[in-house]
């Protein structure tokens, strides 16, 4: 560690013995460790006896703090980019600092360790040759069902952070726009005392979280199977489309006619939605 650069380093998600001995001798060996939070770093410190000074980088200085920092490395100094938990930059601040660093040509070195998101993915038990990560849902009801909708047809495992406070909201969002035969995983408290992981289709999902309020807290990654292959199943019957038809003649929006319908006829709501979506734009099109 003799030049200036900018370390990366991944920081344990719960076990503290995920710390690595490469990460705790960065730590110890860098000039400053930017820090998501200073207080919480400083437990981290103080548990593997490291006395690097430490300042706080997180969304809302990570501009004001870059110049700084520049600087120090352009003094020859080593700087070390923390997170709260985990790699930094995954749903964390960062990607500013690390942009700006490496367009100023100095190099950059991650100190690869855990992810909440490749953790929860591996033993999930949904598929793991391709997957999407989205981060935070929007916090607002229509925004987060209108996001869901937008990926309702990936072809990929989706992977979602989630909140204590929202993830009833989420699951029940994500069971209307994704319907409750789509295999689903809650992986709370990942490496931690109360870890849990509960796979099985979302509306069996819903009703587990539901019937046990007591692991409704902590950290949450929620994860979704890829949408199959459309199939001649996922075209509506004649009668549903006539009557998704005449409901939107009718002034309904299409969100609340292909809720009706769906009840009526025993079809999945989002394939109504996609099914209309579908016919809407080939009619623009033609």
Not at 7 to 32: C, F, H, W
Not at 79 to 107: E, F, H
Not at 225 to 241: H, L
Request: with cysteine; aromatic share 8%; net charge negative.
């Amino acid at each position: 560690m003799s030049e200036a650069a900018l370390y990366v380093v991944a920081t344990p998600i719960g076990n503290l013995e995920e710390m690595s001995p490469r990460a705790q001798a960065v730590l110890k060996e860098v000039d400053l460790i930017a820090a998501e939070d200073t207080r919480h770093c400083k437990q981290l410190l103080k548990h593997f006896s490291i006395q690097t000074p430490s300042l706080s980088l997180h969304e809302h200085n990570e501009s004001q703090r870059i110049d700084q920092l520049l600087n120090l490395l352009a003094a020859g100094k080593k700087i070390a980019l923390v997170s709260d938990a985990g790699t930094p930059l995954i749903s964390d601040p960062g990607y500013l600092l690390v942009r700006q660093v490496r367009s100023a040509g100095y190099p950059v070195i991650p100190v690869a360790g855990p992810c909440a998101l490749i953790s929860a993915l591996s033993a999930s038990g949904l598929a793991s040759d391709r997957f999407y990560f989205e981060g935070f849902l929007p916090a607002k009801t229509v925004a987060r069902q209108k996001r869901l909708q937008a990926l309702a047809d990936y072809k990929a495992t989706l992977i979602f952070y989630e909140a204590p406070h929202r993830i009833l909201e989420t699951l029940a969002d994500a069971l209307s726009v994704f319907g409750g035969e789509r295999q689903a995983c809650i992986a709370r408290e990942i490496s931690k005392t109360y870890e849990t992981f509960y796979t099985a289709s979302l509306s069996e999902v819903q009703a587990w979280l539901c019937a046990n309020p007591q692991q409704v807290r902590g950290e949450f990654v929620f994860l979704v199977e890829a949408c199959k292959a459309n199939t001649s199943a996922d075209t509506p019957s004649e009668e549903a489309q006539h009557l998704l038809e005449l409901l939107l003649q009718e002034g309904l929006a299409l969100k609340r006619a292909c809720h009706l319908v769906a009840n009526v006829y025993a079809v999945k709501k989002n394939h109504l939605y996609q099914w209309k979506l579908q016919q809407s734009s080939g009619c623009a099109e033609s």
